[in-house]
């Protein structure tokens, strides 16, 4: 079946670094990906959209230049979290949606974070 | 009140139960998923359902569009099964997926 690869899964960084995170879908396109945020025990939290070749709409709330999403192919969407904070600590995960209009998801790993 | 809200919020059950996840919603959806998140955090894609019924091993998820309800529904349920079950569905035209708060199933030997 599809698969969509995060990466890293866990990730330790120093307070006022960025970190990248990965999400590749690997054998099919998606056309939209999205990231999402969930701390302990809550819901995910949409963070923003991404199109394949267009800018990323982001949730109310959501800083922009802080969480930099870049959907540069249709395989490949990336989160950088710029000058990381350890209130940036959670839990990111990201999902695809196959081509066109379909309805499919299909869910990366997820990407642990934690700011020192 | 929240488009898609599920019950029960947190389940307990011996294993061999037959575990029953409801989710109710109230707008008009071209698509209902049911997700489950382990501990670990990863997620996975259970079923993806717009009408009727679907089963896939020991779990069973079934729809009532009419009534915007849908259940998902585990036999001889087994401590692996202890997880979150997420129920999430796509509006009519919508991009972005709407999730219910989640079900903490907890299965004990």
Redesign the interface.
């Known amino acids: 079946g599809a698969v969509v690869s995060q990466h890293p899964s866990r990730v330790i960084c120093k307070s006022g670094t960025s970190v990248k995170i990965e999400c590749r879908s690997l054998d099919f396109q998606a056309t ?1 990906m ?1 990231w999402y945020r ?1 701390f302990p025990k809550q ?2 939290m ?1 963070m923003a ?1 991404s199109n394949e070749g267009s800018k990323a709409t982001y949730e109310q709330g959501v800083e922009k230049d802080k969480f930099l999403i870049n959907h540069a192919s249709l395989t490949l969407s990336t989160l950088t979290v710029t000058s990381a904070h350890p209130e940036d600590s959670s ?1 990111y ?1 990201c ?1 695809a ?1 196959a081509g066109g209009a379909g ?8 990407s ?1 974070l934690t700011v020192v | 009140k929240n488009e898609v809200e599920q019950s029960p919020q947190n389940l307990t059950a011996q294993e061999g139960e037959f575990i029953t996840i409801n989710c109710s919603y109230s707008v008009g959806i071209s698509a209902l998923h049911w997700l489950q998140q382990h501990p670990g955090g990863g997620i996975v894609s259970l079923f993806m359902l717009s009408s009727g019924k679907k089963k896939h091993g020991r779990l069973i998820a079934t729809i009532n569009i009419q009534e915007k309800h849908s259940s998902l529904h585990i036999t001889a349920s087994h401590p692996r099964d202890s997880a979150v079950y997420i129920c999430a569905v796509f509006a009519f035209g919508a991009q972005k997926l709407v999730f219910g708060q989640g079900t903490r199933l907890t299965i004990n030997p």
């Open positions: 939209t999205f969930q819901s995910l949409l959209t839990f995960i999902s949606r309805n499919t998801i299909y869910f990366g790993e997820g642990w």
